[in-house]
């Protein structure tokens, strides 16, 4: 696998999950494949998990690891082309990039949707110029569109808890004061579609997801009604996606807060959501907290399936 950017990067999924099984029994088994081997992690955005996941990935595999902050401690960057570059950002990406490239084998890239142009977010034009102009194989670790290294260990929790060959996944908008990318809903969605899962999305009219990742999925615009018998529920705030409300908070309505109440009337589902979560914005206390929360041992994952994803593009080096 030279780059992984989305679901088919990775190949045969059940391959892929056979294999995030047999690492999660000992992690440390390919400690030799990464040795005088490095990582870079760029961040043009904040993390927690995928930080600390990532890294760990990277050490389980015996790489050494160099993660740079672009927004603390690097050179403010032009990432447009054709500007004059008179302003605040004295390097242009064009330059660092390949620069970058020098001092590592592998690029890990966290860039967030701006909410500036829609086409650009969609067409990811700054993992893509890393792809590009780095002379390295890139992974996202969060792009403007999607989220794949989190659906990935979203997919291995599932199939760690499923109680049934094919349960009722859904995934459901909530409210958040500010308007949040769709990578992580898109993701999720293009992940569980490759699935033979039950797939439900639900959120308020005028937060459709782009169709390309709805799918197959079934959209059901009454959460009480989505919920009913669900064996996950996965919760998710996303800002607009539609063309003359792209980025925009459109509904900030607290019925849509994962609650007690919408929990009864699934089938005793485990509650699942990526994290950092805003309480009792998202889900109350009382979920976020019940035993059926299987939140934690998501993160956990995390360091799974970024073992596997480093495994396969060191393999992809020799
Ligand atoms: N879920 C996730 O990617 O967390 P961070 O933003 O903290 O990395």
């Known amino acids: 696998m030279k780059n992984f950017t989305c679901v088919q990067d ?25 040795k005088n081997k490095t990582l870079m992690m760029i961040f043009f955005n904040s993390s927690l998990r995928t930080r600390l996941s990532t890294q760990k990935a990277a050490l389980n595999l015996g790489m050494n690891v160099i993660v740079l902050d ?43 949707a701006r909410f500036e142009n829609r086409d650009d977010d969609y067409n990811e034009v700054i993992i893509n110029q890393f792809i590009q102009h780095s002379g390295r194989p890139v992974f996202s670790m969060e792009a403007a569109t999607r989220h794949p290294l989190q659906s990935f260990a979203d997919l291995i929790t599932i199939e760690e808890y499923k109680k049934t060959a094919r349960p009722k996944v859904v995934m459901t908008w909530a409210p958040h004061p500010r308007p949040l990318p769709q990578a992580v809903p898109n993701s999720f969605a293009e992940w569980m579609n490759v699935t033979d899962y039950e797939f439900v999305i639900t959120h308020p009219e005028g937060y459709e997801l782009a169709p390309e990742f709805v799918g197959n999925a079934r959209v059901e615009y009454d959460q009480m009604e989505a919920f009913k018998d669900a064996d996950f529920i996965y919760a998710k705030s996303w800002g ?10 459109l509904s900030k309505d607290r019925n849509w807060t994962v609650g007690e109440k919408q929990m009864a009337v699934t089938n005793n589902a485990y509650f699942m959501h990526c994290l950092p979560v805003r309480r009792n914005m998202i889900v109350a206390d009382e979920v976020i907290e019940s035993p059926q929360s299987i939140v934690i041992q998501e993160a956990a994952n995390r360091e799974i ?4 994803v ?9």
């Open 10 to 34: 990775l190949g045969d999924i059940q391959s892929a999950l056979k294999e995030a099984f047999e690492i999660k029994k000992d992690r440390f088994q390919y400690a030799e494949l990464g």
């Open 70 to 112: 672009i927004a603390q401690g690097a050179w403010k960057l032009e990432t447009e082309r054709g500007v004059i570059m008179d302003g605040d950002k004295p390097e242009h990406l064009l330059e660092a990039i390949p620069v970058m490239g020098c001092y590592c084998d592998i690029i890990g890239v966290r860039s967030f």
């Open 240 to 249: 607009s996606y539609a063309a003359d409300t792209y980025g925009q908070v």
């Open 305 to 308: 399936s970024a073992t596997v």
């Open 310 to 318: 480093l495994k396969k593009m060191l393999e992809s080096l020799k």
